[in-house]
């Protein structure tokens, strides 16, 4: 049984760019969780969805955008990608919102 | 002060040795969990708890909720349990996950 995919895994882009990070939760998982690890901190929460609608958002600008599709999986999106958006974006997954999460391998995303 | 407080932040210890790791909070919680995440960052759910104790192999997880403090032990440690242990609680109010800064844990052979 598959564990969270998160594609793509790394990511390099420009100061300026948009970026759209994909993530599939385990098969009857219907919550998502996502985020934001800078090297040397602990993650630092992004958004939660379940059933597709905006569960919790985490202390971050508009520029992050998110959503769940049908299927449960989940995109992030960030737009005018600043240098300061270089890190490693998890995934989580969970049977509902307030159940044990199981983190996706994250994609590294490094701006330049 | 941040709501999560993991100490130490850096351990190193010998094979065998016994290793424990504290988690104190500052709000209200309807769970803590400790995760294992390795280098390159991949992130292990070990234990949510809400009260009590629970173990898992060479892993023992203690949480005292009127105290708010949590443990993470490891007995007869291993190399291969060098790795970042980091302690995450949910909030009751709204189910989001606040994250500690993270234990880099180093075991010598």
């Known amino acids: 049984d598959a564990g969270v995919t998160q594609s793509p895994t790394h990511l390099i882009k420009t100061r300026g760019q948009h970026v759209t990070l994909r993530c599939s939760p385990i098969?009857?998982?219907?919550?998502v969780s996502w985020y934001q690890q800078v090297l040397g901190q602990g993650p630092q929460f992004i958004f939660q969805?379940?059933?597709?609608?905006?569960?919790g958002r985490g202390n971050f600008p508009d520029r992050f955008s998110a959503r769940q599709f049908p299927n449960y999986s989940s995109e992030l999106n960030v737009n005018a990608l600043l240098l300061g958006d270089s890190a490693l974006y998890l995934c989580a997954s969970s049977l509902l919102s307030y159940n044990e999460q199981f983190f996706g391998p994250g994609t590294r995303l490094t701006v330049l | 002060k941040n709501e999560v407080e993991q100490s130490p932040q850096n351990l190193t210890a010998q094979e065998g040795e016994f290793i424990t790791i504290n988690c104190s909070y500052s709000?209200?919680?309807?769970?803590l969990h400790w995760l294992q995440q390795h280098p390159g960052g991949g992130i292990v759910s070990l234990f949510m708890l809400s009260s009590g104790k629970k173990k898992h192999g060479r892993l023992i997880a203690t949480i005292n909720i009127q105290e708010k403090h949590s443990s993470l032990h490891i007995t007869a440690s291993h190399p291969r349990d060098s790795a970042v242990y980091i302690c995450a609680v949910r909030l009751n109010s709204n189910y989001q996950l606040i994250w500690g800064a993270g234990t880099k844990l180093i075991i010598k052979p």
């Open positions: 969805y379940y059933e597709k609608e905006e569960r």
């Open positions: 709000v209200g919680i309807s769970a």
């Open positions: 098969s009857g998982h219907k919550s």
